[in-house]
């Protein structure tokens, strides 16, 4: 398979591994995730690819090699110092408050808020004010972008589930992350709802966002991606356009254990 350049590579995962009680679930495996691209992988079940979620956002760490963005190692740091660096990721499960409204779901995310800091409250609350109507403003013009800005005062669990999915990624985008991981996205989604967050995922892209997919529906991945990385038992296996990727049939055996 043909391999893409790693001079605009946003995010390296070089040499990592991963075993969980002798069985290797990730094996010296390294990718690069290219700026304002959309990268899926994709590969049978058990592969490893939200293992690979896992270690790049550092929920687990690497037995050996590094993971390192925008030029610097951060295999070794927790979860929220990799956020803070610009990475945000999704969960197979929404992991939603559910009784929080959609507009403080997104607002909870958002950084360095002086409201929280009692002292800041007091000694400026002008500049306090001026603070929280800025963050709601943004927090509705993510809102605004995935749909929901007419559900922002309904709590998160009388949202419909494609509601749901669409308000994890208004709270990723709350964070103003570079990089987002989004785990199975368009898993339980209609098929029109399926299609409304693959045109979100190519609209972020257009925004200078870069994302990486798990996804098991190939006409979404096909439509959705840039590039593809192609998984099996924990390794890389194949690297290259969507076209390219999904119409190579040792790789569809493989993906369909033919």
């Known amino acids: 398979m043909s391999q893409r350049t790693q001079a605009s590579a946003l995010l390296d995962v070089r040499g990592v591994t991963k075993s969980f009680g002798g069985i290797r679930a990730v094996d010296h495996l390294s990718l690069s995730?290219?700026?304002?691209?959309?990268?899926?992988?994709?590969?049978?079940?058990?592969?490893?690819?939200t293992t690979v979620f896992n270690l790049i956002t550092g929920f687990l760490a690497c037995d050996t090699g590094d993971v390192w963005f925008k030029g610097r190692r951060i295999s070794g740091l927790p979860p929220h110092r990799i956020a803070r660096r610009g990475i945000a990721r999704s969960f197979q499960d929404l992991r939603l408050f559910s009784r929080m409204s959609v507009l403080d779901t997104v607002l909870?995310?958002?950084k360095g808020q002086s409201g929280e800091n009692l002292f800041q409250a007091f000694l400026n609350p002008v500049r306090v004010a001026r603070e929280e109507r800025e963050n709601r403003e943004a927090a509705m013009a993510y809102l605004e972008f995935v749909g929901l800005a007419d559900r922002a005062r309904v709590v998160a669990e009388d949202l419909s589930f494609a509601e749901q999915k669409l308000l994890v990624i208004a709270r990723l985008l709350a964070t103003e992350a570079e990089c987002l991981l989004l785990d199975e996205p368009m898993s339980g989604l209609d098929v029109a709802s399926a299609r409304k967050m693959c045109g979100m995922v190519r609209e972020l892209i257009d925004r200078g966002k870069s994302v990486c997919l798990i996804e098991h529906n190939l006409d979404i991945v096909k439509e959705a991606s840039d590039w593809i990385v192609f998984l099996d038992q924990g390794q890389v296996v194949a690297t290259g356009a969507p076209d390219e990727i999904l119409k190579d049939r040792k790789l569809a055996e493989i993906y369909f254990g033919t």
Do not use: Y
Not at 38 to 47: F, K
């Open 108 to 110: 909870l995310v958002r």
């Open 33 to 49: 995730l290219e700026e304002r691209r959309s990268t899926s992988l994709i590969g049978p079940n058990g592969a490893g690819k």
